[in-house]
């Protein structure tokens, strides 16, 4: 629920509430008041009576009127209670009850006491009280709608600074290292806002510098004992005389060590990419580039008797050497490694893009799952980066990375998304 | 340049552990190996002495090493160099050959691996003209990437040639099956966990080798690797 429609709702409740009670006080003061005047009218009238009685020692003569009607009756015994009520009046003309108030007194003329009842028609004041209500009504109807306009317009327009904001945190990227820029607004609440969303941003991305800097410098510090412990390895396989445990230990540790090197190597090419430090590009013919890397390839494939297919058109693009390189070494490794035997490896290019399949699990992948970092398949000896690798520089080059399950094979594509990017050249359709 | 040639190197860096390792490996077969762990001794040592090869470290306590390559360029020494860091960044990279240095490694590498390119290096910085390495009746023509046995040739495939040329550079070494590996197929590939690839190449080379009539030298060593030597 938006915050306007919530403030609108409550907003509306409490005034369509007040205007109800306010609106029964109101239609009874006004009533009481009317009431009031219609007897002060009967008052006015007793007192016509009474005076002619005393003047004339007589009733006076009834006139019929449309809105009074006054009855004598003769009563024995005592003088009745002086009082108002509410009544009937029949009108003449209309033909049909109305509501009237009566007043119903008595007084003596000679020797007979006679009851008097004046009956006066309230149709006026009840018209009266209807016109005042519609016309509160409309008024309140009015009201409402002009305030609830009112509030649509200027609180969408005052939500502005608020939204902008909003849109600013939506977008805000740590890799691309821009801060959230500042909102232009009066208002105190949004410009208070505004300053510690700009602030938090900052320091955010001053943490995360901070913290890939620290990432990329633990690496770098890593690979001198590293260096240290591999030499040391070295010179150890030298020492003569050995035992085939001693040397087996000796070959884990070396293939450990190997591992570390691995992935901190990776992690390494990683922070250089996200900071954009692998600025230096050629042009590359990538249909070459892909043949010589099979070839190289070539014995280990016929070691596990793979059959790879090929199917290249030329393209050129223009890209960093080492990165191709990376990307194709990792599509190419993880076709072969996790290839069944006797299987198969697809690789297509054209000019919008590569693709690696091959066969193995006939189980599709999770798409999300692979490309998350250290994510690795249980057989699976590599460091968990090569795909994170090829996501990266993919994204560096604003080239899509995906994987699909297509006719029983695992399949990697790459897509330049030429119109968005001017890294493809010379791409000839065959 | 026949392969008993004894060269004389000097190692730059400031990682005792590493500087002692690399001095062990080198020093064995005959060759001179000096150490500097700092930028003075370094300087003081290239402007006295020539080296084949230098293997220099860019990060120092109290410089850079691409000071030193400078120092030695602008005196037009001759000496062959070879820049081992821990930084793989392109940029020095490219700034150390730029500067005249021969090759590039990152650390952490195979001291095989050291070996094998130091080697490279000295053979070409060599000016006798010889382009051959002589291993007993094995003979390795280097310009037209031809191995003799006996006076005849056997025809080796790229890997299995760079394989022989890697073994006879650290000939008596035991050399790792993940330095074998990376040096056949760069070290981006993550599928040598499984070296049974290696063997198969280790047994073809050995194969032609024995048929062709050479002796046996490559022997595999307690699982850990393998070692070219003929004793």
């Known amino acids: 629920m938006k915050l306007l429609d919530r403030y609108n709702s409550v907003s509306l409740l409490t005034t369509i509430l007040v205007i109800v009670v306010t609106g029964v006080i109101y239609y009874f003061s006004i009533s009481y008041i009317l009431t009031g005047q219609v007897d002060k009218d009967l008052d006015v009238e007793e007192n016509e009576i009474f005076e002619y009685v005393k003047l004339n020692h007589a009733l006076p003569q009834v006139f019929k009127s449309d809105d009074l009607i006054i009855h004598f009756t003769p009563i024995e015994g005592h003088a009745v209670a002086r009082r108002f009520s509410d009544s009937r009046f029949f009108d003449a003309h209309e033909h049909g009850e109305e509501s009237g108030r009566t007043l119903t007194s008595s007084v003596m003329v000679g020797q007979q006491l006679y009851r008097i009842e004046i009956t006066e028609s309230k149709v006026e004041t009840e018209y009266l009280i209807r016109m005042i209500f519609f016309i509160t009504l409309g008024i309140v109807f009015v009201l409402l709608t002009v305030l609830l306009l009112i509030n649509k317009l200027v609180l969408r327009r005052l939500w502005q600074p608020f939204y902008q904001i909003l849109r600013a945190i939506k977008l805000f990227n740590l890799a691309d290292r821009n801060g959230i820029d500042p909102v232009n607004t009066r208002i105190d609440e949004f410009r208070d806002l505004n300053i510690e969303v700009t602030a938090m941003s900052q320091r955010v991305l001053q943490d995360y510098q901070s913290l890939k800097a620290f990432v990329e410098n633990a690496a770098h510090e890593l690979m001198t004992p590293l260096a240290v412990i591999n030499s040391k390895l070295d010179t150890l396989m030298q020492v003569g005389e050995m035992n085939d445990k001693q040397g087996l230990l000796i070959s884990e540790v070396y293939h450990t060590v190997g591992k570390l090197k691995k992935l901190n190597r990776s992690m390494l090419m990683l922070s250089r990419i996200e900071n954009k430090l692998i600025a230096e590009r050629e042009e590359i013919d990538l249909c070459q580039f892909i043949q010589d890397m099979v070839n190289e390839f070539q014995e280990l494939l016929a070691d596990r008797g793979i059959i790879i297919s090929e199917y290249l058109k030329p393209c050129h693009i223009t890209i960093n050497r080492d990165l191709l390189m990376i990307i194709l070494n990792n599509l190419m490794g993880n076709a072969i490694q996790h290839n069944c035997t006797q299987g198969k490896i697809v690789i297509q290019l054209d000019q919008q893009g590569f693709s690696f399949c091959n066969t193995g699990t006939l189980i599709p992948l999770n798409e999300k799952q692979i490309l998350q970092r250290f994510y690795k398949s249980p057989e699976s000896e590599g460091s968990g980066l090569g795909l994170t690798l090829i996501k990266e520089i993919c994204d560096s080059y604003g080239f899509s990375f995906r994987y699909a399950f297509r006719t029983d094979m695992h399949c990697f594509d790459i897509v330049f998304n030429y119109p968005y990017s001017n890294l493809i050249q010379n791409c000839h359709l065959l | ?231």
């Open chain 2, 1 to 231: 340049m026949s392969f008993e040639t004894i060269v004389k190197i000097l190692v730059v860096e400031d990682e005792p552990g590493l500087r002692d390792s690399i001095r062990d490996y080198f020093a064995e077969s005959g060759n001179v190996c000096e150490t500097a762990g700092g930028y003075e001794t370094a300087l003081q040592k290239i402007n006295v002495y020539r080296y084949d090869c230098i293997l220099l470290d860019i990060t120092l306590p109290n410089g850079s090493g691409l000071d030193i390559l400078e120092a030695l360029k602008a005196n037009h020494h001759p000496d062959g160099v070879l820049i081992i860091s821990a930084k793989n960044s392109l940029d020095d990279r490219l700034r150390g050959l730029d500067l005249g240095a021969d090759d590039y490694l990152t650390k952490p590498f195979h001291l095989s691996e050291l070996k094998a390119r130091v080697m490279a290096i000295v053979r070409r910085k060599s000016f006798n003209g010889n382009r051959e390495i002589i291993f007993h009746e094995i003979t390795i023509d280097l310009l037209a990437k031809q191995v003799n046995v006996f006076g005849a040739p056997i025809k080796l495939t790229k890997k299995e040639y760079a394989l022989l040329l890697y073994f006879v550079a650290n000939k008596g070494k035991v050399i790792s099956k993940n330095a074998i590996a990376e040096h056949l197929w760069g070290d981006e590939i993550d599928i040598s966990d499984n070296f049974d690839f290696i063997y198969s190449h280790i047994k073809n080379l050995r194969k032609k080798l024995i048929e062709a009539g050479s002796g046996d030298y490559i022997q595999s060593t307690y699982g850990m690797g393998y070692k070219f030597s003929d004793h």
